[in-house]
């Protein structure tokens, strides 16, 4: 009878123990898949302006440099600068080591991404909506409501820091990291998809397909269930369930790795 009770808190420890793992290895596959898109970024169209040819951005964009369109051009390099900064300051964040370590560097670069989400977000709007770089309207819906969450999540997590709620704070700051991170979802996800169906099914070139519509959406609010499913697993569930969300976990994580590798390979590597 003691002994029986006595195993169940030790069973739970294992599951929790399970989950923790699951979550820093998703943690570490996407550091690596981040840095790759930061590296990207920087190579591209850092180096574009480097050579002096902006020119070379519209070889992967919509319309990257528009000749005479000065405003829609400082924002757009604006846009690409502080994406690198979002993305890379976003993973230092997520470390606990650096939180206990040096919570001042974690105060600041937390503002830092509180700050470089605001003015991504909003320049991202101007870019949709008044630049019109998008190539169907559901995509411009769709990031728009990308941006209205960046928004919305970004003071929650500010907010909560400020007042000392370190629960919820935790919390608000993990659903801002997914969202801002939502471009890069959005391109690990679709190169998943291609690569498990060996070509763009349901995808259009002007990504207006069945999947484009599915996955315009889903490319943020996705990782936001699974991040709400985690948290309810965590402080909620039972041994079982964190076993299966660890495994669910680590099964996501294995679909993003590949889409990882595909997205470097096939759509950032040819500029590099
Ligand atoms: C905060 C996180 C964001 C990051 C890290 C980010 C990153 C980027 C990057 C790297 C590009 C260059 C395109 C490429 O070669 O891949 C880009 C372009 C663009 N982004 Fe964002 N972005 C973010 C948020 C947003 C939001 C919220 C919007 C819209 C409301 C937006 C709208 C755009 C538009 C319209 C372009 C230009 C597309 C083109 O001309 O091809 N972005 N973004």
Do not use: C
């Not at 000392?164 to 998809?193: C, D, E, P, Q, S």
Request: glycine share 8%; no cysteine; charged share 10%.
């Amino acid at each position: 009878m003691n002994s029986e009770i006595n195993s169940v808190p030790i069973v739970i420890d294992k599951a929790d123990k399970a989950l923790n793992i699951s979550a820093i290895i998703w943690f570490l596959v996407a550091v690596v898949g981040q840095w790759l898109f930061v590296y990207y970024i920087i190579v591209h169209f850092g180096g574009a302006v480097i050579k002096t040819d902006t020119e070379s951005w519209n070889d992967s964009t919509i319309s990257g440099h528009v000749p005479g369109d000065t405003m829609g051009n400082l924002i757009f390099a604006m846009h690409v600068f502080m994406a690198a900064v979002i993305t890379f300051g976003g993973t230092l964040q997520l470390v606990p080591q650096l939180r206990k370590r040096a919570l001042a560097l974690h105060r600041w670069n937390g503002r830092i991404f509180i700050f470089t989400a605001y003015i991504m977000a909003i320049g991202g709007l101007y870019l949709v909506w008044v630049r019109g770089s998008v190539l169907s309207t559901n995509g411009a819906w769709a990031i728009t409501l990308n941006a209205v969450l960046i928004l919305t999540f970004a003071t929650l997590a500010i907010r909560t820091a400020r007042a000392r709620n370190i629960t919820a704070h935790r919390k608000w700051a993990l659903r801002a990291y997914l969202m801002v991170n939502g471009v890069w979802f959005f391109r690990v996800g679709f190169m998943a998809w291609i690569m498990i169906n060996q070509g763009p099914v349901g995808s259009t070139e002007n990504l207006d397909g069945p999947f484009d519509l599915f996955w315009s959406y889903a490319n943020f609010l996705l990782p936001l269930a699974v991040l709400e499913l985690y948290l309810y697993t965590q402080n909620r569930a039972g041994a079982r369930g964190k076993y299966a969300m660890a495994g669910g976990l680590f099964l996501l994580t294995l679909l993003m790795g590949l889409g990882i590798v595909a997205a470097f390979l096939f759509m950032w590597k040819p500029y590099l």
